[in-house]
Nanobody
Framework: QVRLVESGGGLVQTGGSLKLSCVLS????????MAWYRQARGNEREVVAT???????YYTDSVKGRFTISRDNGKSTVYLQMNDLKPDDTGVYYC????????WGQGTQVTVSS
């Protein structure tokens, strides 16, 4: 059974930091493209950052210079370090793994107060 378990969300003030973690089990982590998405209330889910098995990285424009995605194949974990958080970063953050199929975690809430 494939599972993705996110952690690290919470409530933080504008300018603060959070680090999200996502542990993948049930399939070989190192083969998967990993990504973080977020969904604000009333909005569609959007991609935040992605990292390939070769560590090719993509960031959406709004988080460039503030967020850092990384992966640890030995721990089957992908991270999202989020700095200088803004109220617009508020939402549910989802981790995904993609190889032959795409799998999703249950999400973790990030709330940035102004």
């Amino acid at each position: 059974q494939v599972r993705l378990v996110e952690s690290g969300g919470g409530l933080v003030q504008t300018g603060g930091s959070l680090k999200l973690s996502c542990v993948l089990s049930g399939i070989k982590f190192s083969l998967n493209d990993m990504a973080w998405y977020r969904q604000a209330r009333g909005n569609e889910r959007e991609v935040v950052a992605t990292i390939s098995p070769e560590e090719v990285i993509y960031y959406t424009d709004s988080v460039k210079g503030r967020f850092t995605i990384s992966r640890d194949n030995g721990k089957s974990t992908v991270y999202l370090q989020m700095n200088d958080l803004k109220p617009d970063d508020t939402g549910v953050y989802y981790c995904s793994a993609r190889w032959r199929e795409i799998y999703w975690g249950q999400g973790t809430q990030v709330t940035v107060s102004s």
